[in-house]
């Protein structure tokens, strides 16, 4: 199985590697692909050390699987020359997401749309993968009408820059500003561009990608997002109304036997899901599980990942298991 990683010199792409290798997908040869001022640079897979090289020369060496961690103009670019190639492409960008021709994917939830046909494949905005992986048991069971989303989204999730500039700022020391702002001892209710409706786009990615990933264009949502200064692990306070009342204790289990979901709910120990803790898992973890009292059949809760593992590299290297398990490539 020959793969690219394209963005390898990346924080998601430098994840996918390391999660390529901790799950022992079956990689026989490894094209580590970045921008053409990163080629020669090396990385090291497997204890063995690639040399960094292009989209144009990794596209001549027609890998089975692409693994796109570079940005959306890039994808645009070069995803429909590696499926022209016959590579099948996971991107991770929101390039293709909304494409109704390309799948975007939550293996856990909708595999099953996968079809050796789809050469471009579309991996969620790490918000929106945490969020519905815990409400498709819950939207199964007692169907979802609406859906408010808050979310504390980490530096990590703008990339290396943010990440330097909240250390910068709390060392005192002068650096490039990834953000508009200081983030550090601070909260910007702004995550990506503002549209003409006054959301953001990272907003209206939550909105829109919820509904096609469920598989429901009945589901309505509502989201403001945050960027918090925390280095990684995406939070997210959920308000769930649904059509049918609930009991909490069936919540509870529903939840306790869904795939990728860890329930951490003790209030009477302080024991909820936090950021500090889920940084480096590929769980969702779900707590803070209570009944909304302000409205009927209505449902709070306070979810949390990894977004640079499920939220993005570990989602994009569960599609290719399966593509692969499923021989939808070869």
Request: glycine share 6%; hydrophobic share 40%; net charge neutral.
């Amino acid at each position: 199985m020959k793969v690219a990683v394209v963005g390898a010199t990346g924080l998601v792409g430098q994840t996918m590697l390391k999660i390529l290798e901790e799950r022992k997908f079956p990689v026989t040869e490894l094209l580590p692909v970045a921008s053409e001022k990163s080629a020669g640079k090396e990385v090291v897979f497997n204890n063995k050390k690639y040399k960094v090289i292009t989209c144009e020369e990794a596209v001549k060496q027609k890998p089975q699987i692409a693994l796109f961690s570079a940005g959306g103009s890039t994808s645009h670019q070069w995803a429909p020359l590696f499926a022209q190639a016959g590579t099948t492409v996971i991107d991770n960008s929101s390039a293709w997401r909304m494409d109704e021709h390309c799948p975007l994917v939550v293996p856990e939830i909708n595999a099953d749309v996968l079809q050796p046909k789809h050469k471009i494949i579309a991996n969620p905005n790490c918000s929106t993968i945490q969020m519905v992986l815990a409400l498709n048991p819950l939207h199964k069971k007692y169907k979802i009408k609406r859906v408010v989303v808050s979310t504390y989204q980490s530096v990590s999730g703008t990339g290396k820059k943010a990440v330097d500039q909240l250390m910068n700022e709390r060392t005192g020391k002068e650096g490039p500003m990834a953000y508009l702002h200081p983030i550090d001892l601070n909260v910007l209710p702004q995550i990506d561009v503002f549209l003409d409706n006054k959301y953001t786009k990272e907003e209206m990615k939550m909105v829109n990608e919820t509904r096609k990933i469920m598989r429901d264009d009945s589901i309505r949502v509502t989201a403001t997002t945050v960027r918090v200064p925390v280095k990684g692990g995406h939070s997210e306070s959920v308000n769930v109304e649904f059509e049918n009342d609930f009991e909490l204790d069936d919540v509870y289990d529903l939840l306790n036997h869904t795939q990728g979901v860890v329930v951490v709910d003790d209030i009477s120990k302080a024991v909820y899901p936090m950021p500090l803790y889920a940084e480096g898992k590929d769980e969702v973890f779900v707590g803070r599980i209570r009944r909304d009292e302000s409205q009927p059949k209505s449902l709070n809760m306070w979810v949390v990942a990894d977004n640079l593992r499920k939220g993005a590299a570990t989602n994009a290297v569960q599609i290719a298991e399966y593509l692969v398990k499923q021989q939808l490539v070869k």
